[in-house]
């Protein structure tokens, strides 16, 4: 059965720990309102309301029976009317008539006023320069110049399309002249120490004239031998970088300047050379050069033919260009040479290489070996994204493990020998970031480094072939001289 006594609240003989003091709390704030409530009654006992009461009158200031007499105005003449300025001190009023007629007239006179600002200096005529920075613009430079947006804008819409000054580049200079009136009087782009555009005004238009400068060509000649390197030991014979790249260009398909030099090989060259104001300004073109290769002499005779082509022959006339350069990539390493047996590092068997792997970084530019059409451009197996090139006589080659390709790299485009194709990559079967090169003649492979048939370009026609040989052995006597010279030099200095 249901028991209601146990049901009910619980009742406890003594009150908790809590419930004593709650009662604390409730009196403390009993106390506090009350000590509130009797400061607030102080307070208002010292304020004094008698200055709002109209029957009790301020107790400090003087009762006087006497009503207070009205002040009348005083009457002026029209000739003493003084009109008060702002600041005017009229509080003695014990100033002599005279005296305060002075001041009146003191005050009154009109302050003088301030110095107009001076005008803007005019900007000096004569001439101005400024050397083109890195990010500026056309609008910056006009603005730096003291120049009007207008006037760019009309200079610019003048400007013939080849001449356009939006192909401003960093370090080239802006000479600007004006008049004794700060007018405009000429504008002149300085593109290069040798050439400038000449801006003038013309009416509403403008006059464009375009000024070349003429460089005294002459001709040098040296020689060097390989110790280190053909750009260390080409620069100790006091040939500039560009001048070795054209070295290197000249004798590419015959020699290998990765792999193939040997200390001991000689150089030896003619070439032009451009002076302005008696200094140097640039290189020319190599005229005839001669490079001894592990014991082998090859030379090169440059010609110019009727026609305006130009090529680098032999003494006897044969063209040193061949269908194939050496090497279509600039590498650190051959990391895998031709082989018909070799462990591979991804499927881990022996297969057969049928090329050459040329180590180098990611990104390096691939060149076509030769002239040539695009059989392939694609991801094909292993390869993973590689280039076929269709040549000429049944050769064909293969350019694999690249990184990306070309632009306008399509199936059938037609391709010029050192055309960059592709980028190295390690796409496909691939550890390491490299180029597998192969080289297919009637669809066999054959060892790129090896290859010995590869054919040549045409040589010097017939009808010119008198006139390419009076001019061959004059340099060949040349060079033979220069080289004597030079090492007959350093024989002595040893």
Do not use: C
């Not at 150089?267 to 200094?279: A, C, Q, T």
């Not at 063209?319 to 194939?324: G, I, M, N, Q, V």
């Not at 018909?340 to 991804?346: A, F, I, L, S």
């Not at 990611?362 to 991801?379: E, H, L, N, Q, R």
């Amino acid at each position: 059965m249901f028991d209601f006594a146990k049901s009910g609240p619980k009742v406890y003989a003594h009150p908790v720990p809590g419930y004593r003091r709650e009662r604390l709390r409730i009196v403390g704030r009993a106390l506090l309102t009350l000590l509130i409530l009797v400061l607030l009654i102080l307070g208002i006992s010292f304020l004094d309301f008698s200055a709002f009461d109209d029957d009790h009158p301020n107790p400090t200031t003087p009762l006087s029976s006497d009503p207070i007499p009205l002040i009348q105005p005083i009457p002026v003449r029209p000739s003493d009317e003084v009109v008060l300025t702002p600041g005017l001190d009229i509080g003695n009023l014990d100033t002599p008539g005279d005296a305060l007629t002075d001041d009146l007239t003191q005050e009154t006179q009109p302050a003088e006023p301030e110095p107009e600002p001076e005008p803007e200096p005019k900007i000096k005529g004569g001439w101005q320069e400024h050397k083109i920075s890195s990010g500026e613009s056309l609008s910056t430079i006009f603005n730096d110049l003291g120049l009007s947006q207008g006037l760019l804008i009309r200079i610019d819409k003048a400007t013939p399309k080849e001449l356009s000054l939006s192909k401003i580049k960093p370090g080239q200079t802006f000479r600007l002249k004006l008049s004794d009136q700060g007018e405009f009087e000429e504008l002149i782009w300085v593109k290069t120490p040798v050439e400038s555009l000449h801006i003038t005004p013309a009416g509403d238009s403008f006059d464009f004239r375009q000024e070349i400068k003429e460089l005294d060509k002459k001709e040098s000649q040296t020689s060097g031998a390989i110790k280190n390197s053909l750009f260390i030991d080409g620069q100790k014979a006091g040939l500039s970088d560009g001048i070795i790249m054209k070295l290197a260009e000249v004798f590419q398909w015959d020699i290998d300047f990765a792999l193939g030099l040997r200390e001991g090989d000689r150089f030896s060259l003619i070439y032009d050379e451009y002076h302005l104001n008696g200094e140097k300004y640039s290189d020319g073109e190599i005229i005839a050069a001669e490079f001894v290769n592990q014991g082998k002499s090859h030379k090169a005779i440059r010609y110019e033919h009727k026609d305006g082509s130009v090529g680098y022959y032999t003494p006897e006339g044969k063209s040193l260009r061949k269908a194939f350069i050496m090497t279509p990539v600039e590498f650190t390493r051959i990391s895998s040479g031709f082989t018909p047996q070799r462990w591979h590092p991804v499927l881990k068997k022996w297969r057969s290489h049928k090329g050459v792997d040329y180590a180098a970084p990611t990104g390096t530019p691939v060149k076509a070996a030769g002239d040539g059409k695009i059989k392939f451009s694609g991801w094909q197996g292993g390869y993973g994204r590689v280039v076929i090139v269709e040549h000429a006589r049944n050769y064909t080659t293969v350019y694999g493990h690249l990184s990306r390709f070309a632009k306008r790299n399509e199936v059938g485009s037609l391709v010029k020998q050192g055309q960059i194709i592709g980028y190295v990559g390690q796409s496909g079967l691939a550890t390491g970031p490299h180029l597998h090169y192969e080289i297919r003649i009637a669809g066999k492979h054959t060892d790129p480094i090896k290859v010995t048939s590869l054919p040549a370009a045409q040589g010097i026609p017939d009808r010119e072939f008198k006139r390419f040989r009076a001019r061959a052995e004059e340099l060949v006597t040349q060079l033979a001289m220069a080289s004597g010279e030079r090492f007959a030099q350093v024989e002595k200095q040893e």
